[in-house]
C-alpha cells in the first residue's frame, strides 16, 4: 500500500490544515525572516549596539591617546575593540558614535599572543575565517565587498599578514596582524595610526615599542594605542602603570560579568563553578591580586543587596568628597535602628562642574537630607573668599559639619575597620545597582602598606557617611525639623 505524502497526513493533530493562501503568507514571513538573518550575518557592524560601558570606553579615546579595557572573559572586550578598529578601517561610522573619527584611510596593527592567537580571535572578530585567495567566509564586521586585497602570513595557515580595506573617503585602509611572539623587533618600521594590543604581552618592550610606532602617526598629531585582556599575569609593570601611576592622556576601563547582559545567572553561576576560588575575581571582574592586598578583602556578594524603598524612619545621611583634583562624589546612607544596618543605597560622581551644578543634582535626592563633609572643606575659595562648604550651604545643600571619626579625630583606619567589622557582619550594605560604586570597591587596595590614593572618591565619601550616620543620620520627621534652622555649618554640632 502507498504511503500518503498529502499536507493532511503528514500534518500534526489538532492544529488546523492551512488554507492555500495562508500557506503562501507562511512562506513569505520565513523568506524574510530568512532574509533578516542572513543581513544580521553578513552586516553586523550595522546591527552591533554597545552597551553603556561601551560607549563610555570609545568615548574616552577623545581625551586618552591610551586606552585599556581591563575585563572579565567572556564579557566582549575583544569584540568591543574589534567594532571600534572596523569603524577606523572602513571610515563608516555610525551616528551613536562618540569615540575618535580619522576623515582619511588608516594604517591600524593588531597584535596578538600568536599567529594562532590573531587568526581563532582578532581576524575572525574582524572578517571571519580566512579561506585563502582574497576570501573570507563573510562572518565578520567587516563585508567581503569592503575587502580589497589580503596578503597571506608565512607560517601559521589561514592568517593574513594585511588585509587592505576600502574606506568610506576613497583608497584603502591597511590593517597588519602581528604577533608579539616574534619579539620587538617585528614592530619596528613604519609609522602607525593605531595599534590594538589583544591580550597582555609578557615581554615588557612590546608597550613601549607601539608607543614609539604611533608617535609620528594620526597626520602628525600622535596616534592611538588600545589594550584589551583579563589581567591572567597579576600586577605587572603594565597593569600598575595603569591602576596606580596613570599618565595624563591613559584610561582605565574595567567591565565584569555584571556589565555582560548576553550573560545570563545560569551561565555566570555555571561558569563560576568551574574556575578555580583563586581565579574568581580575575575571570568575572577583570582585577588582578593587587599590589599587598585589598582594604576589604570580600566577595561582593557580601556587600550587595538588593534596592528598595528607605522607610520613613531610617535615619538619612549624605557625605561628600570634594572634586578639587578628582571627581566630586556623593554618598548617601540610611541607617536601620531596628537591626544596626547601615544601607549605601544613592551615589552621585561628577567632574569638571561647579559647586552650584554639583547641589542641584545633589539637592534633587533630597533636600532635606544632612550632609558632612571633609577638612578641605574649610578650605578658602580664591576669587570669591569663602569656603567651600559655605559655597554649598549658600546653594542649599544641608552642611551639618565636618567629618569625624567618634573619639573626634579624622584617622582614616579606625573608620575602615569598622567599615570592615560591618561588612562582615551583614551590617554594612550596599544597593547591588550602584555599578560606579563596586567599580572602585574593587580598586580599592593598598601599595607599600597605605591606600592607594587613586580611584577613591566613592570610598572615602562612603567612610564618612558610614562612620556618621548612627550620631547624625535624620529620620524623615526629624529632617522636617533641621530644615527650618537657620545655618548648618559645624560649629553649631558637638563633633
Not at 41 to 66: C, I, M, S, V
Not at 119 to 142: H, Q, S, T
Not at 363 to 392: N, Q
Amino acid at each position: 500500500m502507498a504511503v500518503s505524502t498529502s499536507k493532511k497526513a503528514v500534518r500534526k493533530k489538532g492544529t488546523p490544515e492551512l488554507t492555500e493562501e495562508q500557506q503562501e503568507k507562511a512562506a513569505e514571513i520565513a523568506k524574510a525572516i530568512a532574509v533578516v538573518k542572513e543581513h544580521k550575518r553578513t552586516h553586523r557592524l550595522d546591527h552591533f549596539k554597545p552597551y553603556p560601558w561601551q560607549r563610555k570606553f570609545y568615548k574616552a579615546g577623545n581625551e586618552n591617546k591610551q586606552r585599556l579595557l581591563m575585563a572579565a572573559n567572556r564579557v566582549g572586550k575583544t569584540a568591543s575593540m574589534a567594532v571600534e578598529v572596523a569603524f577606523h578601517l572602513t571610515g563608516n561610522y555610525p551616528d551613536w558614535w562618540g569615540g575618535i573619527r580619522f576623515k582619511k584611510p588608516t594604517s591600524i596593527w593588531c597584535l596578538g599572543v600568536s599567529g594562532e592567537q590573531l587568526r581563532d580571535v582578532v581576524v575572525k572578530e574582524l572578517f571571519g575565517a580566512y579561506l585563502g585567495e582574497g576570501k573570507f567566509d563573510g562572518n565578520g564586521l567587516i563585508r567581503q565587498d569592503q575587502v580589497y586585497q589580503v596578503t597571506p602570513a608565512m607560517g601559521t595557515p589561514r592568517l593574513p599578514r594585511d588585509v587592505a580595506v576600502r574606506h568610506a573617503a576613497g583608497n584603502t585602509s591597511l590593517v597588519s596582524f602581528k604577533s608579539y611572539t616574534q619579539g620587538q623587533h617585528v614592530l619596528m618600521g613604519s609609522s602607525q595610526d593605531f595599534i590594538w594590543i589583544d591580550e597582555e604581552p609578557v615581554d615588557p618592550t612590546i608597550y613601549p615599542q607601539c608607543l614609539t610606532r604611533t608617535a609620528t602617526g594620526n597626520g602628525g598629531e600622535v596616534g592611538y594605542v588600545t589594550m584589551t585582556f583579563t589581567p591572567e599575569n597579576g600586577v605587572t609593570e603594565l597593569v600598575a602603570q595603569f591602576m596606580d601611576n596613570r599618565a595624563s592622556g591613559q584610561h582605565l576601563a574595567n567591565a565584569t560579568w555584571d556589565d555582560a547582559k548576553h550573560l545570563n545567572k545560569e551561565t555566570k553561576e555555571q561558569l563560576l563553578a568551574a574556575i578555580p576560588e583563586y581565579q574568581r575575581d580575575m575571570r568575572s571582574k577583570g582585577i588582578p591580586v593587587l599590589g599587598e592586598g585589598m582594604v576589604f578583602a570580600l566577595s561582593e556578594e557580601v556587600v550587595k543587596c538588593d534596592p528598595f524603598e528607605i522607610p520613613g524612619h531610617y535615619k538619612k545621611l549624605a557625605a561628600i568628597d570634594f572634586g578639587i583634583t578628582h571627581p566630586t562624589c556623593v554618598v548617601w546612607t540610611a541607617y536601620n535602628p531596628d537591626n544596626d544596618c547601615i544601607y549605601v543605597y544613592d551615589i552621585y560622581k561628577k567632574e569638571g562642574e561647579i559647586p552650584a551644578v554639583h547641589a542641584s543634582a545633589i539637592k534633587s535626592r533630597g533636600k532635606t537630607i544632612p550632609m558632612i563633609y571633609p577638612h578641605d572643606g574649610d578650605s578658602t575659595e580664591k576669587g570669591s573668599g569663602k569656603t567651600l562648604a559655605e559655597m554649598y550651604l549658600e546653594a542649599g545643600v544641608l552642611m551639618i559639619g565636618k567629618f569625624t571619626n567618634p573619639d573626634g579625630t579624622n584617622y582614616v583606619e579606625p573608620g575602615l575597620m569598622e567599615m570592615l567589622e560591618r561588612f562582615r557582619t551583614g551590617r554594612l550594605q550596599v544597593f547591588s545597582n550602584l555599578s560606579p560604586w563596586f567599580e572602585e570597591f574593587r580598586r580599592y587596595h593598598r601599595k607599600k602598606g597605605k591606600i592607594h590614593k587613586e580611584f577613591d572618591d566613592l570610598m572615602d565619601a562612603t567612610r564618612y557617611a558610614a562612620i556618621s550616620v548612627t550620631r547624625f543620620g535624620q529620620n524623615n520627621a526629624e529632617q522636617q525639623q533641621l530644615g527650618t534652622k537657620e545655618g548648618y555649618l559645624s560649629h553649631e554640632y558637638d563633633y
